[in-house]
């Protein structure tokens, strides 16, 4: 791994690249058909999903390309003290805006559950006072609405916590042991690179990109469960609406993370890249996985236990 040029700089002016373009353009592209699919669920004619496969190739061919001319520049001895700490920097203030992502999602689940659903049962002093559907018992998750035109197909039964005699049929519970447990070896890769001990670094973070699929294939099978089994879709209403975004989002966070450091091992493995004094990259994919860990204590506490 090159030798770092230690000079500081006042001010880091990157040379001029086209790339940013190149996603900008493609997170443009995700986004339309990310929202033109949900919107047309349903509807076979609809062409927003060609939309979302194309931002992703386009946005996954970017970032590749991309990555891999910041490795070279670094692997060449290019990067200065500035530039690593402007790296630093950046990858915090990604986590920040992820953060407040979520916290996007769970302030509306919140609202819901504490406010809107109360409301539409004539709690509080903005209670519709049944108004709207009369004999409406405000709970949660709102598995019933005697609104008989409502275009929503109500679920069977809920994704929440079953008891303790059913525990460990309960996929969630699996899903954060699984996932908890890929946090504690993340840690023990990051500690023996430190150490200098590749090869404990390889296996321990191998163990990590493997829990990672695990997690990804077992929460396929919940959602298989809760739409086959249980009647549980996004169009079941606000329960199903918060239940899917919240998850699907954080599912889609866990195959971001999850390749991040699967990159990392292939550096590692087939490369020899990282030493025990310059190894941001796994380091930096090291603290999204760790973010993705904390947001699914979350999900696991608001979504399915409360």
Do not use: C
Not at 78 to 85: E, F, G, I, N, V
Not at 177 to 203: G, M, P
Not at 212 to 239: C, D, P, R
């Amino acid at each position: 791994n090159g030798a770092f040029n230690m000079s500081y700089q006042k001010y880091y002016v990157p040379e001029q690249s086209k790339f940013p373009i190149y996603v900008a353009t493609a997170l443009f592209l995700l986004v339309m058909g990310a929202a033109g699919t949900i919107n047309d669920l349903g509807k076979p004619e609809s062409n927003s999903v060609y939309i979302l496969y194309s931002g992703f190739a386009v946005f996954a061919i970017t970032l590749y390309f991309w990555f891999r001319a910041v490795i070279r520049e670094h692997i060449a001895g290019l990067d200065s003290a500035q530039l690593q700490k402007s790296f630093v920097f950046g990858m915090g203030w990604f986590i920040f805006s992820e953060v407040m992502f979520f916290g996007a999602f769970f302030g509306a689940l919140f609202y819901v559950r504490n406010f809107s659903v109360p409301w539409l049962g004539g709690d509080g002093e903005k209670g519709l006072a049944n108004m709207l559907w009369e004999g409406f018992e405000a709970s949660w998750p709102v598995m019933s609405t005697p609104d008989a035109g409502s275009a929503f197909v109500l679920a069977d039964k809920s994704m929440s916590w079953p008891g303790w005699g059913n525990a460990l049929k309960w996929l969630p519970m699996w899903n954060t042991i699984v996932l908890l447990s890929s946090s504690v070896t993340v840690h023990f890769a990051h500690l023996a690179l430190k150490n200098n001990n590749k090869k404990s670094f390889n296996i321990w973070l191998g163990v990590t990109v493997t829990l990672a699929l695990i997690f990804v294939a077992l929460q396929a099978a919940e959602y298989y469960e809760a739409y086959a089994h249980y009647g549980l879709t996004l169009n079941s209403g606000i329960y199903g609406s918060t239940f899917f975004m919240l998850t699907g989002f954080h599912g889609f966070h866990v195959m971001m993370g999850g390749f991040m450091l699967a990159v990392m091992l292939s550096r590692s493995v087939l490369y020899n890249h990282f030493d025990p004094h310059n190894h941001f990259g796994f380091e930096a994919a090291s603290w999204y996985w760790h973010f993705v860990d904390v947001v699914w204590v979350m999900l696991f506490l608001f979504v399915y236990i409360l």
